[in-house]
């Protein structure tokens, strides 16, 4: 049989002499002076509770985010904020239906895989879409930028004024770019072909490395966890370098 560590921390102390009754004096007075310690750390405890308990809750509850306007017309962003409110005042557009993620970079987690630069994107997707990232890379995929989290409003309708008036999946933390400058957005391109218009990014040529093909392995990979490629979405725009749940 094993003997515990307790058990043999109690033998080890059998062997101490018997401290008698002439030392008992001072252990008494030594226990009331640990006591008063101990009390006094228990209020001083106590005390930085209550003081740091507002700013505690304040800091939890509070959503902030720097957002733009996609301007149709002068075809680049517009009115840069800074938003900062608490989070039970967050209006409908500014959480994600689907998902439950949110605009606040409070629900944001960073993921950082050299050599990419760090990217941000909802602590809901971060932990498989990290594992399988790793993975990608480990394999040699070419995977060289991810752009993830950011907030903006560059979908839906467009007002008199010319301006976007719906954040885009990016704004909530549940859409990845990958490889921008080799897997462009183009409009007009009900099928890819030569008539399809490229709008941001670069050209998409399935034979150039970098560049996204359905049946490759990073495709694939992204969509073992619930993404989507806007590559293969149904509609007038390809975004080759888009992923979400929903595809747009
Ligand atoms: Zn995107």
Redesign the pocket.
């Known amino acids: 049989m094993f003997s515990s560590p307790s058990q043999s921390r109690t033998d080890s102390l059998s062997h101490l002499p018997d401290d008698g009754g002439s030392q008992s004096d001072v252990g008494l007075h030594s226990n009331s002076a640990y006591l008063k310690y101990q009390v006094s750390k228990l209020f001083a405890a106590g005390v930085f509770c209550l003081l740091s308990f507002p700013a505690v809750v304040t800091a939890q509850q509070l959503c902030t985010y720097q957002t733009f306007t996609w301007d149709t017309l002068q075809k680049k962003s517009v009115d840069w904020t800074r938003v900062e409110k608490p989070r039970g005042r967050l209006t409908e557009s500014e959480v994600d239906a689907y998902t439950g993620c949110s605009v606040c970079e409070q629900d944001q987690r960073r993921i950082a895989i050299p050599p990419l630069a760090p990217f941000r994107v909802c602590h809901l997707l971060a932990p498989r879409l990290e594992r399988v990232l790793r993975r990608l890379l480990q394999d040699g995929e070419p995977i060289v930028e991810i752009i993830g989290y950011r907030v903006g409003k560059t979908r839906g309708e467009v007002d008199a004024a010319g301006l976007r008036t719906e954040f885009?999946n990016?704004a909530y933390g549940v859409?990845i770019?990958v490889n921008p400058g080799s897997n462009g957005l183009y409009d007009k391109c009900l099928e890819f072909g030569p008539g399809c218009r490229l709008i941001r990014g670069g050209n998409w040529d399935p034979q150039q490395a970098g560049s996204l093909r359905a049946d490759g392995a990073i495709v694939s990979g992204l969509e073992s966890i619930g993404l989507v490629w806007?590559g293969e979405i149904d509609g007038w725009q390809k975004?080759f370098?888009?992923f979400s749940i929903t595809g747009y």
């Open positions: 885009s990016h859409a770019d806007g975004d370098m888009h």
